[in-house]
């Protein structure tokens, strides 16, 4: 696995990518992490995320590979991508549509073990009535991503 930062709106931001799929990210910047991306798909990762940043992109074409997590947390982290781009769900809901209604602290805690942050977008999920709740990269970093995604989404609804 090879690790690349990138400087973004919420900081250093690490992604990595064995050559095949990208299998992690992190926020600020990870030890082993280069300043340039070393094979196409760290230089594809990159590019997409500068993307995401800058409000050019909307949808995450990298392929992705998660080989830890229970079940159960592969199931939340599969909800989590079909969350539309500016829209959030409440972990509830998440709970609901893995099939385990009561579950939506268990909900927090697979976000929690997202190894994929922001391409796999658990900053979307909320707390009930919208409440920003618990986000493994702090809540001022899930506050700017949502706050982009909305602007984004806003303008493309306007246009």
Known sequence: MRWTVLDSPIGEFSVASDGANVCGAAFGRVDAAADEPGDALSRQAVTE?????????????????????????RAV?????????????????????????????????ACNRNPVPVIVPCHR??????KLVGFGGGLPRKVTLLELEAGVALRHAWS
């Open 49 to 73: 995320l500068r993307a995401y940043f800058a409000g050019e992109l909307t949808a995450f074409t990298v392929p992705v590979s998660m080989p830890r997590g229970s079940d159960f947390e």
């Open 77 to 109: 982290w599969r909800e989590m991508t079909k969350i539309p781009y500016g829209e959030t769900l409440t972990y509830g809901e998440v709970a609901r549509l893995v099939g385990d209604p009561g579950a939506a602290r268990a909900v927090g805690v």
């Open 125 to 130: 999920i909320v707390g009930v009535g919208g």
